[in-house]
């Protein structure tokens, strides 16, 4: 069978059992959650043999040891996966919530219901445990998937999915609901991203390089981020040991991920206090200051900022460090190098908090705290299946309501329009 | 200037008013939609000169009747597009609402704020009323948008958006935020089709065709519905006066639009009773019948449907008719057929009420009402700017709310994470 055939039936499956799965109740899927849970458990050995395959291939390959760590399923991390599972298990249920309901001058009673998207593709690196926590999210929200995983992690990624598809059919779900694309040739890929017909929601994760590639290919709607450029701004009349614990937080916590801070902007009037005190403590964390002519005045030791780094995601303790001349500089340097993720204004100038909050575009905006919350967990979601730098459908972190859209549902007594 | 430098001018343009428009106050929008329909209501004179060169070149190009008139602008029009345009004023604006607001145990306080989309394009054929229509729904709802008309309408959509833009400058609204394609050269829509960059939407308004033209070329999400092969499922215990009347006016009552039913589903256990009182009634109403071969057991003078009338949308007063052995039948059928967009059953029998609302997948699902019923003003959501039949951001009609998404907005006081 050739692979353009092979995805198309994975597809019409995943449909179909998408079509079964609207109507399953809560209880069966948390039941089928919990036994996964369990399931992977027992298998632990199995889990690493296979996983073992993965590594030994990565390691011919030459993966780094980041990657390999990544890619590694032990004890630990088969535990991590379970409870990640059962704690899915334990979240509300979204579908079938009727979110809101009125009643029309005629007597019809009108709600909004919500229900699964359908079928959704998820398109990620060599993570295994994506697998199955993509998997428990659309299962809990009614969604049919499509895994594709990297072919680092392949046999891995068919290991979780068989245990997982096993659990299905043992309490009674169509067990099509979870699939992987089994065959790691990339011509899978596009296939997938051509069935429209079959597929609702295509989410990448990875790196900026696969989220592009995806977005250029698919004909199926992609909710995607594809870097975090997230900004402080310390204002004027900031209390000056929460500006610093705010923003060494914001970059040093955890520099790797998007929601770390790569710029800093101070306010003017403020620089000349704040900036020695923070370059003091952003040395001794590690911190590699890159700074604008303004804030070189202030810090001589530090390398200038050019153009780039404005724009730029180092994923690292590197900040770039900008003065402004107050809050409309701010945003207009945020407007135009920002990449709408996460910003956040430290001050106790009500007026500018409020401004801040409304006028900033992006997809979360805080005051006086961290950039670091900007994520599913943090926020009370319950979960996080991915950030949406886009505005349509769902902005800012995923959890399992934007895995789900509604519908109208009308209850009438005979009424005809006139 | 060539076409993609100009069509790129104008999205440019469209951008920035829409970052300006996200910020100002109701009052001013609403100050802005009032003056427009004055405007409008005084430059009758002027509308119906340039309505007059495109009523010329339509009948000269040989329009139908029906499109000639589509295309008129007179008094009674222009009084209309005035008053819809008071209505949208009257509107509650979403911008800047919370949704839904919660505490974190860390104290953070975290809200949903609706925010605009940004820049909306709609395409649309040559009803010039959607010209003022859409840029009210859109202005109202904080976008900027980008309207591209019909060629057949080009001075009358001239004439109305140069009025609108007027007054925007006149209260001091950036003018860009309601802008037309002035050229009618099809390269112009797909230049801007492929500007991701700039336009966060497109809704496209018209036939089927127009649909998947856009939806083949575009870059940028589409919003749009096919068609609309509405059902009505006459369960076996349904009133059968209710039946008869429903049936009617989801069939007669306008049958050109995407709302009215073009398959009618009956339980057999009613089919008897039921078939031969409303082909009486359909009679007098002058519908065409075709039917399942059980259904012409029992109506034999009508003619026989094939495959090809289960899929089709008539936009007529034909109907086809078909006998289902029970509510499994009838939700299996719409599943094969329907086009996700609206269903009703009329039934006394609550569980088959209830499952036909929660098995039903399309965006509307009623019972005991007519399918006519499916549309923004008649469910109480003030306006209708589409209606949507796939899944993503928004399902079914689609008012003021769904030009907008919502951002995180976070009330902190030092918090970082750990």
């Not at 790797?256 to 003017?268: I, Q």
């Not at 780039?308 to 460090?321: C, M, P, Q």
């Not at 950039?371 to 979960?383: E, I, N």
């Amino acid at each position: 069978m050739d692979i353009k055939t092979q995805v198309t039936e994975i597809a019409e499956d995943a449909r179909r059992a998408g079509n079964r799965l609207a109507t399953i109740p809560p209880d069966l899927k948390n039941r089928a959650l919990l036994e996964m849970a369990q399931e992977l458990r027992r298998q632990g050995a199995y889990l690493a043999e296979e996983n073992a395959r993965d590594l030994e291939y990565g390691r011919e390959k030459g993966l780094s040891a980041a990657m390999i760590d990544r890619l590694t399923l032990d004890a630990t991390t088969i535990e991590g996966i379970a409870q990640g599972l059962e704690e899915v298990a334990a979240l509300p249920d979204p579908v079938g919530n009727v979110t809101s309901m009125w009643t029309r001058p005629n007597g019809l009673v009108i709600g909004r219901m919500r229900i699964p998207l359908g079928v959704i593709g998820i398109i990620y690196e060599s993570r295994p445990n994506v697998t199955a926590d993509a998997a428990a999210l659309c299962l809990k929200s009614g969604n049919a998937v499509i895994l594709r995983g990297g072919s680092e992690a392949i046999h891995s990624n068919r290991a979780i999915a068989g245990i997982l598809q096993d659990v299905l059919k043992q309490v009674g779900i169509p067990e099509k609901a979870i699939q992987i694309i089994p065959m790691t040739d990339r011509r899978a890929v596009q296939e997938m991203l051509s069935l429209e017909e079959y597929i609702d929601l295509i989410i990448p994760r990875g790196g900026e390089e696969l989220i592009r590639a995806v977005v250029q290919q698919s004909k199926i709607p992609v909710i995607k981020h594809y870097k975090g450029v997230c900004h402080v701004f310390v204002d004027a009349d900031a209390d000056m040991e929460m500006a610093v614990a705010i923003s060494l937080n914001a970059k040093a916590q955890r520099p790797g991920v998007c929601n770390a801070m790569e710029t800093l902007l101070v306010h003017h009037d403020i620089a000349g206090a704040f900036l020695p005190v923070m370059e003091n403590t952003f040395r001794e964390a590690g911190v590699r200051l890159k700074g604008c002519s303004e804030t070189r005045a202030i810090l001589p030791d530090i390398e200038p900022a050019t153009e780039e780094d404005w724009h730029a995601e180092y994923l690292d303790l590197t900040l770039a460090v900008r003065v402004v001349n107050g809050i409309d500089e701010a945003i207009a340097h945020i407007e135009e190098y920002g990449s709408l993720h996460t910003e956040s204004i430290v001050t106790r100038d009500y007026a500018n908090a409020q401004r801040f909050l409304k006028e900033v575009n992006s997809s979360t905006v805080l005051v006086n705290a961290s950039t670091r919350f900007s994520d599913g967990f943090q926020m009370g979601l319950g979960a996080e299946i991915g950030i949406s730098t886009t505005k349509l459908h769902a902005f800012g972190p995923m959890g399992l309501e934007e895995l789900t859209t509604t519908k109208f549902v009308i209850y009438g007594n005979g009424q005809v329009r006139s």
